[in-house]
């Protein structure tokens, strides 16, 4: 078993920052493999944000490219999203992924959610 426990969503100003932070404790049988964030707008279905390989490759969606910037401990199983130049559009819950392999076996775990707001 994974939990991911994320903090550092909250209310900004458009042209503002955060900083989201998603740790991930498991076992020691359990292998953490990619990383992500996604995110859901009222209304709307959940999108990836942006996603790192336990080896550094990352995948942003084109919408935050250059304003984001994804990183991971891989010591401390963490993950961080660096919101940059934050848009109204940015508004969402933001979810914390984390890809494992327990006994072969590939597994999925999500975090409960952050909410970020951006106000124009």
């Known amino acids: 078993q994974v939990q991911l426990v994320e903090s550092g969503g909250g209310l900004v100003q458009a042209g503002g920052s955060l900083r989201l932070s998603c740790a991930a404790a498991?076992?020691?049988?359990?292998?953490?493999?990619?990383m992500g964030w996604y995110r859901q707008a009222p209304g709307k279905q959940r999108e990836l944000v942006a996603a790192?390989?336990?080896?550094?490759?990352?995948n942003y969606a084109d919408s935050v490219k250059g304003r984001f910037t994804i990183s991971r401990d891989n010591a401390k199983n963490t993950v961080y999203l660096q919101m940059n130049t934050l848009k109204p559009e940015d508004t969402a819950v933001y979810y914390c992924?984390?890809?494992?392999?327990?006994?072969?076996?590939?597994?999925?775990?999500w975090g409960q959610g952050t909410q970020v707001t951006v106000s124009s």
């Open positions: 992924k984390a890809e494992a392999t327990r006994f072969q076996l590939e597994y999925n775990y």
């Open positions: 498991s076992g020691s049988i359990v292998r953490i493999n990619t």
């Open positions: 790192i390989t336990s080896g550094g490759m990352t």
